[in-house]
């Protein structure tokens, strides 16, 4: 009996790559919280790495910025918060660009073998950065640099660019049935 394809054996890999684009987006919970797995992991390897957040803000205290500064991860939120509780759209845009500029001096400067643009996608979609801009930098960074970035409605421009994108998706989830959030859980 032949196996379901999803258990076929997969084929060999035979390709090396000195690094790689990777892309968590969807409307399903766990685009950050993969990358956030995916950055242990590398910090565990002895790779440099710092995450960039495009959209919390410093005043969130959250379990996996405390474990990812513990293994030596540089953790920077650089946001302003949610959107819709933005009192000045445009500062929290202006927030937006100063976070893409210090991710691009990061992105450039080979200091870290694997960054994450946590929660990027937003201010692409939403025009507050330049989507040429951003996959410029990255088609271009150092050869050793690894670039994963978060969020919902990914950009085709990026996902044309990664080497591999998943795509989360939402069958159900608590917040709909009005469930806030869960410290240790969900932040």
Same mark, same amino acid.
């Given at each position: 009996?032949?196996?379901?394809?999803?258990?076929?054996?997969?084929?060999?890999?035979?390709?090396?790559?000195?690094?790689?684009?990777?892309?968590?987006?969807?409307?399903?919970?766990?685009?950050?919280?993969?990358?956030?797995?995916?950055?242990?992991?590398?910090?565990?390897?002895?790779?440099?790495?710092?995450?960039?957040?495009?959209?919390?803000?410093?005043?969130?205290?959250?379990?996996?910025?405390?474990? =990812? &500064?513990?293994?030596?991860?540089?953790?920077?939120? @650089?946001? %302003?918060?949610? *959107?819709?509780?933005? $009192?000045?759209?445009?500062?929290?845009?202006?927030?937006?660009?100063?976070?893409?500029?210090?991710?691009?001096?990061?992105?450039?400067?080979?200091?870290?073998?694997?960054?994450?643009?946590?929660?990027?996608?937003?201010?692409?979609?939403?025009?507050?950065?330049?989507?040429?801009?951003?996959?410029?930098?990255?088609?271009?960074?150092?050869?050793?640099?690894?670039?994963?970035?978060? =969020? &919902?409605?990914?950009?085709?421009?990026?996902?044309? @660019?990664? %080497?591999?994108? *998943?795509?989360?998706? $939402?069958?159900?989830?608590?917040?709909?049935?009005?469930?806030?959030?869960?410290?240790?859980?969900?932040?």
């Amino acid at each position: 009996m032949e196996p379901a394809p999803s258990m076929k054996r997969p084929r060999r890999a035979t390709k090396r790559s000195p690094s790689l684009v990777l892309v968590n987006t969807g409307e399903g919970k766990g685009k950050s919280t993969a990358a956030f797995g995916t950055a242990f992991r590398a910090a565990g390897a002895g790779l440099r790495v710092c995450v960039i957040q495009f959209m919390k803000s410093g005043k969130w205290k959250t379990g996996e910025e405390k474990s =990812g &500064r513990d293994l030596g991860i540089e953790w920077w939120t @650089l946001g %302003d918060g949610f *959107t819709w509780d933005s $009192k000045d759209i445009d500062r929290t845009e202006a927030v937006a660009r100063e976070a893409w500029a210090a991710a691009r001096r990061t992105i450039e400067s080979g200091d870290f073998d694997m960054v994450v643009l946590d929660e990027i996608t937003y201010p692409l979609i939403w025009e507050w950065i330049d989507e040429a801009e951003v996959i410029e930098v990255i088609r271009h960074r150092p050869d050793h640099v690894n670039v994963l970035a978060t =969020g &919902r409605h990914a950009p085709e421009a990026l996902v044309d @660019l990664a %080497d591999t994108v *998943t795509e989360m998706v $939402k069958r159900k989830h608590a917040f709909d049935s009005g469930v806030k959030a869960l410290r240790g859980v969900d932040f």
